[in-house]
């Protein structure tokens, strides 16, 4: 174990994978890292989102973040990042607190606005509206947390009086 009066310890998985190889492998793989650096004393793990480029095939850290925290007890794991252009805001928020919930506390949430080009493109997204649009979900998800309701139309999303069933653990 490592002595965390000195340093805290993390990791950013950064799941780059050959193309060609077998992804149900490569997924287990990654899980069994994060098991191994939670028995190692690892603080915490963060795990992106990604959809396209090919090597990089984790297209969902929440549902990741769930399978390993059933194979983990202590490390925190994180969303690193969530693209909050590519996501309801609302949808986003209530999917975080479940899976804070699940873990017990040791989800953290990360996010950024994307930053793959043609992640944006190909699900109809000008590259150049992101940062807007994670400024304007990510004002919309810290109220849901807060426990405040939330009626807001945007572009991309219309929220009436949305407001989680749940606060966050």
């Not at 480029?53 to 794991?77: K, N, Q, W, Y």
């Not at 953290?108 to 000008?126: E, K, R, T």
Request: net charge negative.
């Amino acid at each position: 174990m490592i002595d965390d009066r000195y340093i805290r310890t993390g990791i950013f998985l950064a799941p780059f994978h050959n193309t060609n190889e077998n992804h149900t492998l490569t997924y287990e793989r990654d899980l069994d890292l994060v098991v191994h650096l939670d028995k190692l004393g690892y603080h915490e793990a963060w795990i992106g989102e990604h959809h396209s480029g090919g090597f990089e095939t984790i297209a969902s850290p929440e549902i990741f973040i769930a399978g390993v925290a059933e194979r983990t007890r202590h490390i925190r794991l994180g969303t690193g990042v969530v693209s909050l252009p590519y996501h309801n805001p609302f949808m986003l928020a209530d999917r975080m607190v479940q899976l804070d919930h699940q873990t017990r506390g040791r989800a953290m949430f990360g996010v950024g606005p994307g930053s793959l080009v043609y992640d944006a493109v190909q699900i109809g997204l000008d590259p150049a509206d992101q940062r807007n649009k994670l400024e304007q979900a990510l004002d919309v998800i810290v109220r849901l947390f807060k426990g405040e309701t939330v009626t807001e139309k945007t572009s991309w999303y219309d929220l009436r009086e949305a407001k989680l069933q749940i606060a966050p653990y």
